[in-house]
């Protein structure tokens, strides 16, 4: 992404407190200002007021608080979506950064939250007076670009606590980064429908939000995040869906020009159908457990989903909620401090070698490591080891990426009907066909790619090649 030089300098302002929150007719006016633009950053918690409060203290001490940097709103010329719809609201200003700042400024004027035990109506005549005398500084750019603005945001935040995300999600008005924001969350100016796994109501006490399918808040955009790692695997790696994704790699999608709105809507009923699953799944949870998804819980279900998309090309649950409970065991024995995976110390699977903690602390971390395609792999691995076979639980209705029936029986004839793990009798009851090089790993689905196995062995090798899992079994014997 490359932008040109801003063809005006900005200048610069200064105002009180008592124009910015009082004078309606100021330019500066809180309500003539866009401040909370999408690309903006979102506030840091939905659940207390630390920042704004730190704000406050500072301007009450008389520390200055920084330069605000917006810019002017176009009333004429070429406006790009998101402009539209604030000059449609009667905004002349747009904020670049720090939105956080003017939010906690009227927020506090207006009574929202106190600041050293005191509400802003409990303060003194003097003590008002005062706050509201105190100066803020504004630099004022002229109508910019989605591009300009964003990077102007990146630039003056990287010695500030912004995280990976928010800057993503400075890119503004992008195609990737609307389809992100917009299917993940609400955003004001747009009035959007968002999916219904992210549907949350307003608590009437604290008006904090109430996720009705997941267990975690977007504080932070940790909902966008999430969810921008799971685009990014469909359109990237549509033909092996389960790995990992970089926050490089993310940068990268977001700054390549090639993601518009035509390309991205090839993959939105995929991207739909895997949301609509990880939403079944929190149903299922809910009435089990009456809360919705963990952050682990969609991560797992998700990397489990990926599975099932890479290995049948078409498929059904034969009863999801069925499915959800041969999850929720596996993953809870998984899971289980006291359980017998907890007692397992985890090994390399190249070279055997004792790596110091558990199975079950292994599976924890490494479904939190959603950058590392080997440890995705390896988890989700010792999951489907512990789940039952799954094809007994779909109903496939492309067979393209499984062996067919005379393949199985050509191959267990040629190894004279013994198993190609442990060597011993195996007939064709109790007989899995597996790939030597795992389908995960870009192991075709042919015939020189083919072993048949006992079920144990294919249901523990995951996503594990053949000789990989050999070795280590050959080990443990």
């Not at 890119?171 to 429908?193: C, F, T």
């Amino acid at each position: 992404m490359s932008i040109s030089q801003i063809s005006k300098r900005p200048i610069k302002e200064t105002i009180t407190i008592n124009e910015f929150v009082f004078d309606i007719l100021s330019e500066f006016y809180y309500r003539n200002i866009d401040c909370l633009p999408v690309g903006q950053r979102l506030p840091v918690s939905s659940h207390n007021y630390n920042k704004s409060i730190e704000i406050i203290e500072s301007i009450l001490l008389h520390i200055d608080i920084g330069m605000i940097t917006i810019m002017n709103l176009a009333s004429d010329g070429v406006l790009n979506r998101e402009q539209r719809r604030a000059v449609g609201k009667a905004f002349k200003k747009e904020s670049i950064d720090g939105g956080h700042r003017k939010r906690a400024i009227w927020s506090y004027v207006n009574d929202v939250f106190p600041v050293n035990g005191k509400f802003f109506s409990e303060l003194s005549d003097d003590e008002k007076k005062d706050f509201l005398e105190s100066e803020i500084s504004f630099t004022i750019y002229d109508n910019l670009d989605a591009d300009t603005k964003g990077f102007i945001f990146r630039n003056l935040n990287k010695t500030t606590d912004v995280n990976f995300i928010e800057m993503l999600n400075s890119y503004g008005n992008i195609p990737l980064a609307n389809y992100v924001r917009e299917k993940v969350r609400l955003v004001k100016q747009i009035d959007n429908s968002y999916h219904e796994l992210f549907e949350y109501t307003n608590s009437a006490k604290t008006q904090e939000p109430i996720y009705r399918y997941l267990s975690f808040d977007n504080d932070r955009l940790k909902q966008d995040l999430m969810f921008a790692r799971i685009i990014h695997r469909y359109m990237t790696s549509p033909k092996e869906l389960l790995g990992g994704t970089e926050d490089k790699d993310l940068s990268e999608m977001y700054e390549n020009a090639m993601y518009t709105d035509e390309y991205i809507k090839k993959f939105n009923n995929k991207i739909d159908d895997h949301l609509d699953f990880l939403r079944v799944m929190a149903t299922f949870r809910k009435l089990k457990f009456k809360v919705g998804l963990s952050q682990h819980d969609f991560k797992i279900l998700s990397y489990l989903y990926f599975y099932l998309q890479d290995t049948y090309d078409s498929f059904d649950f034969k009863d999801k909620e069925v499915f959800y409970e041969i999850f929720a065991m596996a993953n809870a024995e998984l899971q289980n401090a006291d359980g017998k995976y907890s007692k397992i110390l985890h090994k390399d699977p190249n070279t055997g070698k004792e790596l110091g903690y558990s199975l079950q602390t292994m599976y924890k971390k490494y479904i939190a490591a959603p950058s590392n395609t080997n440890k995705i792999k390896m988890a989700v691995s010792l999951l489907i080891g512990e789940m039952p076979d799954l094809e007994n639980f779909l109903e496939v209705k492309d067979t393209k990426r499984n062996f067919t029936q005379m393949e199985k029986e050509a191959k267990l004839a040629e190894q004279e009907f013994v198993c190609g793990i442990d060597g011993y009798q195996l007939n064709m009851k109790d007989a899995h066909a597996a790939h030597i090089v795992a389908h995960a790993n870009g192991g075709k689905t042919v015939y020189s790619n083919l072993v048949m196995v006992r079920a144990v062995y294919n249901r523990e090798m995951g996503t594990m090649n053949l000789n990989t899992y050999r070795e280590n079994f050959q080990k443990a014997a």
